[in-house]
């Protein structure tokens, strides 16, 4: 149970209000795309701008469980059929990916768990419980045994990435927890345990900051070296990463109860809050050069969401410091990094997909989910999709 003050509970209301209140206009403006970001404040369409899993930011682009995801948080905070109805829209898009062989990698927990799972969840839809565990046997596929981890992409641009695991992929992982939770079948909680140790090894550093990409030998599973990734450079330390690691550990901690993932959870959320800024401005990286003052607001929401489900798990005596930083990061999205216009599609502003992507400061649509799935959560009745 979460401890808020008064003050808290009326800003927390009046939040729930702002998005209510926009995603009402918003869902029905964009019901047929799946957006990434906005362009002059309307929603984007990635299942037709780019249909094809052969260019990556297609149809098969990893965001594209968002918009499905925002939807299933608005059906079950506001008993609203509309919202559920819109959701399925992007679900039976994403089949045409099941299609596609390279356009999928290990991103699909992040494309099936908030929509397939989220439906099959509330709905029981049978049709969505295939699609979700096609999904999860994809993954478990990728499992690399000599190096006890999935792999990240496919060889695209990048070249060899066969020895490639990323950070990121602790929030795939969940899938293969509901898939071993809903079948009965061990082997994908197995494997999703297995890639989780791997990762607080080969990524989490001594001082709780972590890696973004490992790059294993994948004939004989030794660590080969590390890489920036989306971050600075190699050894810095890419916020959004950071929280990929925080939440990502609390939810493998969540679905095993094995200790050490909370511990994990812990330590990392203890780096990233002593480095949090004076003015609660999440940078791209902790490592970054203090100029230009790059910054990446979907990284404060996933933090958020993080800090906040480690307060409850660690119970009353101890959540006051992991709550009140997650108040504060969302108090500081709410209050300079958003947009509550009835006009524009977006909430938040100042996303960053990377530190060396020219396009930084945009919407970027796992912001705003990541957004709306902490206000819910301090609300303390949210659907967990993950
Ligand atoms: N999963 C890729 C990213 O965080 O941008």
């Known amino acids: 149970m979460l401890q808020l003050q008064n003050t808290d509970q009326t800003w927390l209301h009046e939040v729930i209000a702002k998005i209510t209140n926009k995603m009402d206009l918003v869902s029905e403006r964009s019901r047929n795309k799946i957006p990434y970001t906005v362009v002059n404040g309307v929603h984007d369409d990635r299942s037709v701008d780019n249909p094809s899993c052969l260019d990556a930011d297609g149809i098969c682009w990893w ?12 059906h079950h905070e506001t008993g609203n059929e509309k919202y559920q109805e819109i959701a399925k829209i992007s679900e039976d898009k994403l089949d045409e990916c099941f299609q596609q062989y390279n356009g999928l ?3 699909v927990g992040f494309m099936w768990l908030p929509t397939s799972v989220a439906n099959y969840k509330v709905t029981g839809n049978q049709k969505s419980k295939t699609r979700a565990l096609h999904a999860a046997n994809l993954l478990a596929g990728r499992f690399n045994l000599a190096g006890r981890f999935i792999r990240a992409w496919n060889d695209l641009d990048e070249g060899d990435t066969r020895g490639w695991a990323i950070v990121d992929c602790m929030f795939n992982i969940p899938l293969l927890y509901w898939a071993s939770e809903e079948t009965g079948d061990p082997r994908f909680k197995q494997i999703a345990m297995a890639h989780a140790d791997t990762a607080m090894t080969a990524f989490v550093r001594p001082d709780g900051s972590v890696n973004h990409i490992v790059e294993f ?6 660590v080969v070296k590390t890489y920036g990734g989306q971050g600075y450079e190699d050894g810095s330390s890419w916020t959004r990463g950071q929280t990929w690691a925080l939440y990502g550990f609390m939810m493998s901690y969540i679905h095993t109860g094995k200790e050490e993932y909370m511990h994990t959870a812990k330590r990392i959320a203890h780096y990233f809050m002593a480095n949090i800024p004076e003015n609660g401005v999440i940078p791209i990286d902790f490592r970054q050069p203090k100029e230009p003052a790059y910054e990446d607001s979907t990284a404060a929401a996933i933090a958020a969401c993080g800090l906040i489900e480690i307060a409850k798990a660690v119970g009353q005596n101890e959540q006051a410091v992991y709550l009140n930083t997650a108040l504060k990061l969302l108090r500081t999205l709410d209050e300079s990094r958003s947009d509550w216009s009835a006009e524009t599609d977006n909430i938040l502003i100042n996303g960053s997909a990377a530190y060396h992507n020219p ?5 970027i649509i796992y912001g705003d989910y990541y957004f709306i799935e902490a206000i819910f959560k301090l609300k303390g009745n949210d659907l967990y999709l993950w």
Do not use: E, K, S, V
């Open 105 to 107: 990698h290990h991103d």
């Open 359 to 363: 396009n930084r400061h945009t919407a």
């Open 63 to 74: 965001t594209n469980g968002f918009w499905g995801g925002i939807l299933w948080l608005m």
């Open 217 to 222: 030998d994948p004939f004989y599973g030794g």
